[in-house]
């Protein structure tokens, strides 16, 4: 429009100008025009930096208004974007979604299974072989176990049972808690308490002959306190008469068929497993064999678990083949024994013997301790 009025304006003088004057007008007026048509931003925006008229977000986040133009749209690829996005861009994808995801804990760190009250526990007897019998159980995949005694029942019980369970591993639906703690097979209060947390738990009571346990016991004791009186000290009130001194809690353990008769009175004889001591270290096999199907397992821990450790006169686990050695008790198992006079062992056969018998007969099993 103000190329028409300015040629209208010159017209009526037209008739003086040279030819050449014309041209070069002609060339200043088309110049100005195509000035007024297109805007130098808008030629220099085809070469460049895309978007000098548009918002530019500079690389941290912030922004500046360079130049605002009713006629600036950009394409998607032209447009300002950040930092994350522009890393995207090498996707070259027609148009970007971008997820956050929360990430993934590391599996180390995962936990499966919930801590349970136990199902079964070994209850006793101390130096009868319950260390053996838990290390060798829980080679089963179904079997998990607190790894120490946790004296609940005999000496934690005022902790509550939520403290009790929180010292139980954590087991699958299908998997079996157990724990062991050898005390409470002698303890008055623990089968009570037991049969309170439920009535349902499977006793396990490893036993030995009790003369044999009673010297194994005292051995463990002296290499701990070595000013130990001697074993017949403690033994007998009076060895020439052939009293024994049923305080003394080596002899007191293996009075089996008393103990016994206290948790009889809270739990059925089929709810309580027998562990032969004996065979246990002869044949842990077939004690272990027993001890699956007394629990409701598979029978998975077999002899080809165990080996004879002629050293140590007990059997130890296989190695494993993630293992570098095979796997034995610790060093006060399979400890050789304080020599007691022979008079002594008899004498302590004598005392033991009705109370052996009445034992078997509520059993129903002969140990064969004579």
Known sequence: MACVLLFSRLLPFSHRLTRTSICL????????????????????????????????????????????????????????????????????????TLHI??????????????????????????????????????????????????????????RGLEWYRGLMPRTLESQITMEKTPSYFVTKETPHRISSMSRDTKLIVVVRDPVTRAISDYTQTLSKTPDLPSFQDLAFRNQSLGIVDTSWNAIRIGLYALHLENWLRYFPLAQIHFVSGERLITDPAGELARVQDFLGLKRIVTDKHFYFNRTKGFPCLKK????????????????THVQIDRDAIEQLRDFYRPYNVKFYEMVGHDFKWE
């Open 320 to 335: 494993p083949e993630s293992s570098g050695s095979p796997r034995c008790l610790g060093k006060s198992k399979g400890r």
């Open 101 to 158: 995801d929360t990430p993934s804990p590391p599996m180390g760190n995962l936990k499966f299974g919930n801590k349970k009250l136990p199902n079964a526990i070994i209850v006793g007897v101390k130096k009868g072989g319950t260390r053996a019998v838990l290390e060798f159980i829980r080679i089963h995949p179904d079997v998990r176990a607190a790894g120490t005694e946790t004296h609940f029942f005999d000496r934690n019980y005022d």
């Open 25 to 96: 007008l002609s060339l200043f007026l088309s110049y100005v025009c195509y000035c007024a048509l297109f805007p130098a931003d808008t030629i220099m925006q085809k070469s460049g930096d895309p978007t000098p008229s548009c918002q530019r977000v500079l690389a941290d986040g912030a922004k500046r208004r360079i130049q605002k133009s009713a006629s600036c749209v950009l394409p998607l690829d032209a447009r300002p974007m950040s930092v994350e996005a522009s890393r995207l861009k090498t996707d070259q994808r027609p148009s970007l």
